[in-house]
């Protein structure tokens, strides 16, 4: 018998000890029975009664085919939800670091400012365009610095919007660039360094490379990846592009029409899925029926052994 399979005081032997997901024993963002309507000239219900438990420093993949849902639940954990959307039920809640559990539904005006950039931060897929033509690198990202950190000298906004640059594998002399004088993949990389800027320990991504051509769009997650592991911050990362999720994703929730319909380890989802809509999906992408390719994250093996967790 095994230390694991030691007798309970009744005399009877335990199974193995079995390390419970860390989705569960350590979450930083639960979102409880969450639904989301359109109140248009119909009403679509876009998200209807999701639960899910984003565990800290894991990367949670969001998967499903368009109009799923998928950008509407996003936008519902990081109230950014406009009408005619109305949240018709549900909770979302963040678990900081320190152990406090904040209820984001009461969050406004400067707490939920403060909340969106420096507990969860977003890159979505246009978010290279939402730069500001006309104002230089430097001054877009020591903005963040000047409004979340006033403390900090015009010297220590620049170097550290240096750094920041630097860490998403842009030179740091870009910071004198105007936007149009970057290219498509730079300027993403630009918007995932301004999402980094406040160390927020959830990052949500929409789509954050769909833009993109292959070769950008990997090395910007193999990026995403080597940071996750750095700064160890979680990630929701949604797209319908399952192949690339697989190999992204620590779990796997997978959407459809509204409702999450299975959510699994990714090596679990991919190697048993169960559900008929999990089946269909994985069957859609013909590059998944060759080998698990695993050109962002290594390890793919222990994954499996691991069933997921590490
Ligand atoms: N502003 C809106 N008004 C009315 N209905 C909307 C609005 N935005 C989204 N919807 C509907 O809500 C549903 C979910 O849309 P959502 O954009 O969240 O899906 P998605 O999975 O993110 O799709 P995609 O991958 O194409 O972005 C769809 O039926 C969509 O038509």
Request: with cysteine; glycine share 8%; proline share 5%.
């Amino acid at each position: 018998m095994s230390a694991a399979q030691a007798p309970t005081a009744d005399g009877q032997a335990q199974g193995p000890a079995v390390r419970p997901p860390r989705h569960e024993v350590d979450p930083v963002l639960t979102i409880e029975d969450l639904s989301v309507e359109y109140r248009a000239e119909t009403t679509v219900r876009a998200v209807d009664h999701v639960s899910l438990t984003l565990g800290r420093g894991e990367v949670l993949g969001l998967a499903g085919e368009s109009g799923c849902g998928k950008s509407t639940l996003a936008y519902g954990v990081n109230r950014l939800l406009k009408p005619p959307a109305v949240v018709t039920g549900g909770a979302v809640r963040f678990h900081s670091r320190e152990g406090h559990v904040v209820d984001t539904s009461v969050l406004d005006g400067d707490d939920l400012r403060l909340f969106r950039w420096e507990k969860i931060s977003m890159v979505f897929q246009g978010a290279m365009n939402s730069l500001n033509p006309v104002k230089k690198i430097r001054d877009q990202l020591g903005d963040v610095f000047a409004t979340h950190r006033p403390s900090m000298t015009r010297r220590e906004r620049v170097l550290r919007s240096g750094d920041l640059l630097e860490r998403v594998g842009v030179d740091r002399n870009r910071l004198l660039a105007y936007p149009h004088e970057l290219s498509g993949g730079m300027r993403q990389r630009v918007m995932i360094a301004m999402a980094m800027a406040l160390d927020p320990q959830v990052m949500i991504m929409d789509e954050p490379t769909t833009a993109l051509d292959v070769v950008v769009q990997r090395e910007i997650l193999q990026e995403i990846s080597r940071l996750r592991a750095e700064l160890g911050f979680a990630v929701v990362f949604i797209t319908h592009d399952l192949p690339l999720l697989l190999e992204i994703s620590d779990r796997i929730a997978v959407m459809r029409a509204g409702r999450i319909v299975e959510e699994a380890p990714a090596m679990t989802l991919y190697t048993r899925p169960q559900h008929d809509y999990t089946k269909t999906l994985l069957s859609s992408f013909p590059s998944l029926t060759g080998a698990h390719g695993d050109f962002v994250r290594s390890g793919s093996a222990d994954l499996a052994d691991s069933g997921g967790e590490r």
